[in-house]
Structures are given as structure tokens and as C-alpha cells.
């Protein structure tokens, strides 16, 4: 499912699969003695001995200095260390590059954002992202030997097993280009995970939010429409790692929501940032784009509120459907246009609690995203910690 | 996720949660001496030894006599015994009920089917099963504690924590009803585990059928239409366990494919067996019912055959909506309907392969279903056993 050229030696390297066990036990226990940690894992001393070694010696682990809090520090006293290595997260949009980077827990330790269009192909938007990432590293005082991968969120289908984008509507030139291989050799880094950017803002929202939640859909209301899906507390890719589009679906229309606008369209058509900026436009009201939109709203011009809402609703007719079928605790709505305060997720909300079923929305949860800015990144750097540390996704 | 009252103690009777693991290695590898079972776990000797003993105690391990094909037997090889315990599998339907003994592994060694009307209510149709259930027990040989769990299938919603059907549409005086409360008092198993049925036959058929592919999507068409999902090697219920509800959503429609019949109906009142039924009754055709329709379209009845087509093209509406959103790697089709040939199969095809996108299609398999009567009953009997031998889902 999760296979990369070249990355299994990688993963292996830093945590031999027969060690993974013991330091997701310190990963999630925090820091433990050798007696606790022979206890919990049943593991013989020489086995454990041995372990420890191979994790201490990779400074994925190391003795704790943080836990003497109470009656001095007990001796040996070990713990993870997600300061061991660097990732480095890089998030594209339709118009503009996130690139950050993070320690093994996901946190964004330095970050470089420029407006910078996909649309000018692969070979100029990853020479630029690499330049940001290199000046990253070189800032950092850690040597490239630190960093042990990079992950990548495009706009667009990704075949995830390959790094490759898979006819993306809004990045003309990148259908079919090796991604991995581009950014191996200009970055050096022999690991290189892609996938959808709207895959990484699930994995990140549910790490840093939503945690204690298993199932989670992201939806984000950009350029484009998509969705993340978390299920079972994994996100969830489907066989050819196209899971989650949403966009290209048909918005099913009923008595009382007769077809307005082309009855043919997908929901990105009726929805998108696009689209609600073209609905405006031809009530007269100038806006260029999803921006234009949300700035609008945000002074509670009448137009845009009320345009919102219907994308909203088009938007929940389809949620409404897919609470159905996934039945999710929580559903997040970001991108550019759930910026725009509270008038799509308004629409959302009431179609959805509408049209699902009681036992679906029973306790369901609409909200927006908190992800800022680097959203993406968090994300992109989760995807590489988790195949590092936890091993590639069990095929 | 998957707690049932008083369950915790029975399955940490059956398996302890620290010889899960080991039992797992055995259930996996097939037969092993104790020296590469000490290898493959990493344990220590003294732990390995405890476990083991638990584990021949229980019955779950012995010493294994078919491997000895070349070269006489290997001194103390040891293997999982499927044999060891029994499981009751209990398979509700509309107007009919499958009770099923099995093994560990899920295997039918008996079982009764019965027709039975669900909407006779819990108390007549629980004791019958029951009734049932205990002549299958009495007939085996086997004393009633070697039966470690009892598995139910309902044609409905179910909260699966609770095991409660929730306002299921076909099932009068089922709502809210302690389905495993009545059976631990009928039956004295304390481990009862409810379930949707479309969930169990989703797992019968991931587990007889497609156990390599990661992503299935079961679709049962009968008097209802649901679903069940397995994403990422697992069997996803959401968050209230009502993942999966296909039958109350609504259709798209567009100007190539205008609306029929109603257009604020949902699926199931477009493509179930009574609607199909109902077309070709207006049409003049005598259908009572699915088995009719079903009759007809063997004897390859034009009217028959193009509803059946009409109907998996409305299927294939919803169906690809979900192909987009979860990217399954194959689509088995099931229930009443799905015994009428390629004809429900082609409009199914025809729909889902012209709609959803190229990626979520290139590898798409849609079959139909190979679980006979008895599908249910492995479904609900690997739901028990996944529970006792692996433990309880993760939170």
C-alpha cells in the first residue's frame, strides 16, 4: 500500500522493524525504567538490552532529564527523543507553497510560505520548493544527515504507492511526473512520501485536534472540493489512494432544492471558491475569486452570505450522503472558503442534520478547521513520522 | 468502540491480552517448535513458557500432528486449534433466520435456516433462534462452555457497542430492544456481540473471498439496500456503528439520466426488491416480490430485465459517489436481486465505470457476492472470534 522506491532500507535504518514495538511503548507510556519496560514488553533481558541499544545509539532514545519533578530523578529513566531527526513537510496549494521543518512529533520548528502557482509545472514549483527547503536545513544548525524525510501534499489525485499525481485538473504538466525522484535528487533525502494535500490536513487536524476521535472527515472548500477520510482512527487512502474525492460527485437535487445552475454539474462546479465568486459575479457583485468571496462576507454583504449558504447546503447534500456511509464523528471543513465565518458551515449543518439519518448525526460534529498556515506541513511531516517510526502501512 | 456489558472478563477468560500476540504468530505462521516461536516473539524464555501453558491450557494451542509430511513429525511443533472452541452465528433477515455453529475460525460445521418474519418482534423471533440454537448445541457433542460467543446479524441500524437496533425501518418493536440481554438469558453465553447484517456479510466475504484486498464494499440489495465497508484491512462502523446505510440516500440525477418515479425518493425506493417489484407490477407484470422479480429475469422476461437494469443503474448513481469518496479495490454485490444474473451487475457497471473518476476506476473489480444461506453466519461468527482471539477494537 505504502511502498516507495528505495525507502524500505530507509525505514529500516532508523528503526529496525523488531525494535518499532518497544519504542512505541516509550512513545506512548513517556519515559519508562529498563525494569518497567522489560515488564510491559515481556521481552528477555538480551533482547531488550540489545533493542535499547540500536534506539539509543539512533538517539531515538535517551536517558530523561524532564521527569524529576518529585524526589530527584530516578535512575535510568529513559525516554523518546522526537528532537532525534528532522522532517521536512512541504504543502502546495493552487497558489502558493508552504515548506516547514518539523522534529519526529510533527512540530513546525521553522517554516517559508511564497505565492507560487502549481500551474507553472514540476520542474519550477520543486526547484522553488527545494531552494525554501535547503535554506531551511542550512538555518536549522542540523546537518542533512538529520533529516529523514520529506513529505509532500499536492493539490490534486496522488497515486500515493508511486509519489505520482494522477491527472490533476488544476496542475497541467505534473499527470504522471515522478515527484519522489525530482526531490530525491535535488534534496538529497532518500525518503519521499506525496499525497493529496487534503489527506494531510485529515491527518494533521486529527492529530492535533481530533485525536481521541477514530472517525474524522476533513473537507476542504478551496479551488477545489475534497475530502480526508479517517476511519478506524487511520486515514484511509483506498485501493489506488484516490479516496476522498468529493469534487467530481454529483449533487443529488430534490423536489424542494430544484437543479439551480447546470443540473450536470459536480459539486465543485456549484460549490468551489470558483464558483461562488462566478454565482456573484453575475448578480453583479465583483469578485474575482474565493478570497474576493470571503472578504465579502466578512463585511456581510447580503450576496455572499446568501451565496455561501447555498454552497453550503449543495456542499451538505452530498456530506449527507457520505454521514451515511462513513457515519464520522466529527466532520471539518477548511480551505479558503470556511473562512468566511460561519455561512457555509451553516448551510452544511442544515441539510446534513436534515437529510441523514438520526443515528448518523446523533452526535455529530460540524466545525471548522483550526490548522493555520501550516496545516499542511503538520500533516506532510505526521505522514513521514508515522512510516519511520511505526513502519510502512501494514499491506 | 466495541464494548458489550460483562464482555471484558469473558474474552480475557479466553485469550489474556499478553498471549494474544503469541497466539496471533501461530494463528498466522501455521505450526512452530518453541525455539522459533522464542525467535520470532523476542521473549523470554520464562515469559514464552507462561504463555504457552495459558495458552495449552485453554485448548487454543497443542501439539500439531499433520505437518509431519516429509520426514516424520518435528518434536514439539505447536499450532492453533480452531477446533477448540465453538461459536453461534445467528443470521436475521427479513422473513428468514440462519443459526450456525462454527469453529474459531468461522467454519459452519451445522446449521438450521428457518423462514421467520423479523416484524413478529424480538421476543418471538429471539426465542426461536434460541430454540434453534440449542438443538444445533445439543447435537454437536460439545458441552455448552465450550461455546465462547454467540454473533447476531440484524437487518437494520444497530448501535454495535450496544448491540440495540436503532430505529431500524423493517423491524417493529425491534427499536431500542436488549437483543443481548435476551440472548444471555436464553442461551447463557455472556459474550453476545449484534451487528448490521450487510456488516457481517461484508466480513464473511473479506475473510472466505478477499482476504489479500485491503478496501471492499459489500452492497446488499434485498427489501433494503445497505452497505458495509472494510477500509484499510478492517470492518468500519463510525462512530454510533451505523456506517454503511445506503437504502435512505438520495439519487442524482442529471439531464442524461432524468428522474423516474419520484424524485425526493431515495435509493431504496428506487432499486430495492419491492420497488423493482412495483415498476413491473405498474408495467402489468405480475411481482409480488424480489424472489418474483428474480424468477422472471431467469426466464430473461424483457420487462424484468430492463427494470433489474434501470435499477443497478440508480445503484450505480449512489454507488459512484462512494467508488470517488473510498476508492475500494472491489464492489460485491449481494442480497435477493443480486441472484438475477449480470442484469443488475451491468447497470451497475455501466454507471459506476462512465461516472466516478479514472484513477478510483482503473483497478475496480464489481462481482457478485460467492457467500451462500450461510454467509451471515461466518460473518457473525468471525465478528465473535476476531473479538475473543484478537481482543476487543481498539478505542
Known amino acids: ?6 525507502e524500505d532500507s530507509v525505514s529500516a535504518g532508523l528503526v529496525p522493524p523488531d525494535a518499532r514495538t518497544l519504542l512505541g511503548v516509550l512513545r506512548d507510556a513517556g519515559p519508562l525504567t529498563r525494569a518497567q519496560l522489560a515488564e510491559r514488553t515481556g521481552l528477555a533481558r538480551t533482547t531488550l538490552t540489545a533493542r535499547l541499544e540500536t534506539l539509543l545509539g539512533a538517539g531515538l532514545v535517551a536517558p530523561a532529564g524532564g521527569a ?14 522526537a528532537d532525534a531527526r ?4 512541504i504543502d502546495l496549494g493552487a497558489t502558493h507553497a508552504v515548506v516547514g521543518l518539523t522534529d519526529l512529533a510533527g512540530t513546525v520548528l521553522a517554516s517559508r510560505a511564497e505565492r507560487l502557482a502549481v500551474a507553472d509545472g514540476p520542474h519550477e514549483v520543486l526547484g522553488r520548493v527545494s531552494e525554501l527547503a535547503r535554506s ?3 538555518g536549522s544548525g542540523r546537518p542533512w544527515t538529520d533529516v529523514v524525510g520529506v513529505g509532500v501534499g499536492l493539490p490534486g489525485p496522488v497515486e500515493h504507492s508511486t509519489g505520482q499525481p494522477v491527472r490533476p485538473p488544476i496542475m497541467p504538466g505534473w499527470d504522471g511526473f515522478d515527484v519522489p525522484a525530482l526531490l530525491r535528487s535535488e534534496l538529497g ?3 519521499v512520501l506525496v499525497d493529496n494535500d487534503v489527506n494531510l ?3 494533521g487536524e486529527h492529530t492535533s485536534t481530533w485525536s481521541t476521535t477514530d472517525d474524522l472527515l476533513f473537507v476542504k472548500v478551496a479551488t477545489g472540493i475534497g475530502a480526508g477520510i479517517v476511519a478506524g482512527g487511520r486515514l484511509q487512502r483506498g485501493a489506488q489512494g484516490s479516496a476522498g474525492d468529493l469534487g467530481h460527485v454529483r449533487v443529488p437535487f430534490t423536489h424542494d432544492t430544484p437543479p439551480h445552475g447546470d443540473a450536470d454539474a459536480d459539486l465543485e462546479a456549484l460549490a468551489s471558491g470558483p464558483a461562488v465568486a462566478r454565482v456573484l459575479r453575475e448578480q453583479g457583485v465583483p469578485a474575482r475569486d474565493a478570497d474576493d468571496v470571503v472578504e465579502l462576507a466578512r463585511h456581510e454583504d447580503p450576496a455572499a452570505v446568501q451565496a455561501l449558504r447555498q454552497a453550503g447546503r449543495d456542499l451538505g447534500e452530498v456530506l449527507a450522503t457520505v454521514v451515511n456511509l462513513l457515519n464520522p464523528g466529527v466532520i471539518v471543513v477548511g480551505g479558503t472558503l470556511a473562512r468566511a465565518g460561519e455561512h457555509l458551515l ?5 441539510t446534513v442534520y436534515g437529510r441523514s439519518t438520526a443515528l448518523a448525526t446523533r452526535d455529530l460534529t460540524i466545525v471548522p478547521a483550526t490548522s493555520k498556515e501550516t496545516g499542511g506541513v503538520l500533516g506532510a511531516a505526521v505522514m513521514v513520522s508515522q512510516h519511520v517510526l511505526d513502519g510502512p502501512a501494514e499491506p
Chains 1, 2 share one sequence.
Open 1 to 6: 500500500m505504502c511502498r516507495v522506491t528505495g
Open 68 to 81: 524529576a519533578s518529585r524526589g530527584g530523578r530516578p535512575p535510568g529513566l529513559l525516554a523518546f527523543r
Open 189 to 191: 533525502v532518500p525518503l
Open 86 to 89: 528532522r522532517i521536512l513537510g
Open 346 to 350: 451553516a448551510g452544511v449543518r442544515e
Open 136 to 138: 531551511l536545513v542550512a
Open 201 to 203: 490536513l485529515a491527518l
